[in-house]
Structure formats: C-alpha cells, structure tokens
C-alpha cells in the first residue's frame, strides 16, 4: 500500500467511498481501493461525522452562467443595468448586487463571479437545535441520561404532538453530534450514546456475518462427554 504524497480526491472518488462507507466496509477496504493509507480516507469522512454529506445543488432563483456571460458581454458593450435586466428578465436590482460583489462593472467575469456563488453557497446553514435553544438542551439532558435518540424523538413527538417547533427528529440529533459545526451539542455527550465512536457508522457495518448474532466457537450439546449423563439430575 503507498504512502505518498497528499492527494486530493475528485467527487466522483469521494462518491464511491461514501457508497461503501455507507454499505458498511470499513476504511481498510475502502483505502486499498485506491492504494492509499486508511488515514487519508478517514479524513474525508471524518469531516462530517461519517454521515454522507447533501448533494449541493444550485438555487433555481440563482443566477446561471450563461446569464452572468450575458451580464459580462453587456457590460462590455456598454449597456445599463436594467437594459440587461430586461434582457434576462431578472429584476434590475438582482443585476446590481451581482456586478458590486464581484467586483464592479469594469472587472466583472462570468466566470470567476459563478465560481465565487458556489464557493459562497457552501457556507454551513444553521441547524434546528440551534436555532431552538430550549430544545437542544431538552435533547442534552436526555442524552446525560444514557436516552438514544431515537427515544428523545419519540418522547418530544408525544409531548408535543401538535408543535413541530418541539420536536426534532433522532437523525437530526445524530447530525448535530457527529457534526460539531453546528455547535448546538458539546461533543462530549457522543460518550452517552449507546455506541461511542468517533464517526456514525452504515447499520449494514453490523450485519456482515452470515449468522449476525449468533455465539462464536460454541460447542454443541450432542458434543459433551458421557460423564455428563452422571451428573445430570431429573427436572435440573
């Protein structure tokens, strides 16, 4: 297995080691997919708590790169904001706020200014147990009493039947923990979870044997010596 230099993965790489992670294999067998040590594929996973990150998508309402090349040209040709609102049918303030944070009308590249709205999009959103104060704390002093989250779901969900704003689901309190950008749970509590670990772990990682809960290297009673039969007493 090498060792080499870093390499930064592509997310057509970083799809399929979330498809295996998630089918269950651990990060030995996702590693020497690619020849690489194990470390270097925990660090793509270990970013979001070994839970598969959204697929990002762009915004309908958002600008698209064609309309900022159009944006470009018309700026170049000289015509007015909202002759190329008009033009886009966008609203001619849309069109201001796209030129000013990208760096005014004499610099403006469609290009650069479509690449800098992705990379701005990918600011993390805050998440519900942020927001709502009161319920992340509800959700810690559960957890410190050693309840799973499913438990804490379904509790919130009875008391609370008729106000979503109470209640938050167990995946949600999952997210929250193993993601600690969302800084609504101390970290420590993952040590009250049922099963600590440092990342979320695929269901199927527990289901890989042929037999899952059966007792390994039992001996079978028609095995045992005759000097049992001695021993044995009626109705024991």
Known sequence: MKYGTRILYTDNPKSQMWDRWQRGESLHQI?????RHHSSVREILAASGGIRPPLRHRSARALTLAEREVISRSLVAGYSIRAIATSLQRAPSTISREIVRNGGAQTYRASEADEAAWT???RPKL????????LARWVAEKLQRRWAPQQIAGWLKRCYPDDTSCQVSHET???TLYIQ???ALKKELLAHLRRTRAMRR???HT???????RITDTVSIRERPASVDDRAVPGH
Do not use: E
Not at 127 to 134: C, E
């Open 31 to 35: 590693a020497r997919l690619f020849d």
């Open 181 to 183: 950008s969302r800084g």
């Open 127 to 134: 998440g519900k147990l942020v927001l709502h104060r009161a």
């Open 202 to 204: 695929s269901r199927h």
């Open 120 to 122: 701005r999009a990918r």
């Open 207 to 213: 289901q890989k044997t042929d037999d899952p809960g």
């Open 173 to 175: 309190i999952y997210r």
